[in-house]
């Protein structure tokens, strides 16, 4: 766990899923926390350099962009799990995979241009490995994205479930060949300077885009206003925060009752993911929900909480045990 100041600490509030998107971003910041420029600059670079942070910049809505996503898992033999999650890790359409205390040992999360690539990689997998025990779980409803965590203790427990989505039917958008290259540069952590965005066009303009600071920021907020980006901020390493453990929520919901159990679970400020999935012959559940605590005992708190204001019945709790690959995709980069 890191050593974080105050003022860190609501930095990174802030900057999770908020990082300004103007010329002079942490002066901007620097207002909202109560903080001159030179002391927030500072202290992002230095929770950079002290790993708090992973990186900052743009996380990509992969349907909007024309992509397929799913959540995977594979139930490897317990001699051969590292050997089953080295290969899974190898292939760059694989952002994240861990393991997890279940059978179902490895899940990973697969993102292609295709649902054909999709099955294609999956029947890779089962090939090279021998196994073909595995979960394919596209998420079928969307009920909350929120990788944002309250490090001040200032939010409430609940909050208002932000509006359904259903993945599959995301209108795709067509971006230009300059757009592109922007969408590229996002996808990398942003220039440490003060003025991000002037450095962004300045290495557009080294590989021949002619744009200027006002188009990358336009472009990046019209992006993240109209949801291609689905957050623009800080990724962070959870356990150096004080948040070491997560336990993903697998539960069953009758199908008449998704709409509403998703709306409460999503309303909790623990939850980070909820998604609804589809049920498999060896997997009976259809809800997912990501829960942070600092302890086990904390999740397990959360997802007590949940039960009882759903209705439900107890849940499968999957701690993550270790992380073997942790990424962003690569978009238009094949």
Known sequence: MAELTELDKRVLTEIQANFPVAPAPYAVLAERVGATEAEVHGSVIGMKRDAVIRRIGAIFDSHRLGYRSTLCAI???PERLEEVA?????YPNVTHNYQREDRYNVWFTLIAPSEERIAEILAEIAETTGIDDILNLPAIRLFKIRVD????GSREGRSKAPPVSKPAETEAVTLSEDEKALARLLQDDLPESLTPFADLAAQLQGRGVDVTEEWVIERTAAWRESGVIRRFGAAIKHHKTGYASNAMGVWNAPEERIEEVGAIMASFKEVSHCYERPKAPTWPANMYTMIHGRTREECEDVARRIREATGLPEPRLLYSVREFKK????????
């Not at 080295?86 to 190898?90: D, F, S, W």
């Open 327 to 334: 990424i962003s995709m690569r978009y238009f980069a094949e």
């Open 75 to 77: 139930a490897a033999p």
């Open 149 to 152: 965590f309250d490090l001040t």
């Open 86 to 90: 080295a290969l899974i890790g190898c």
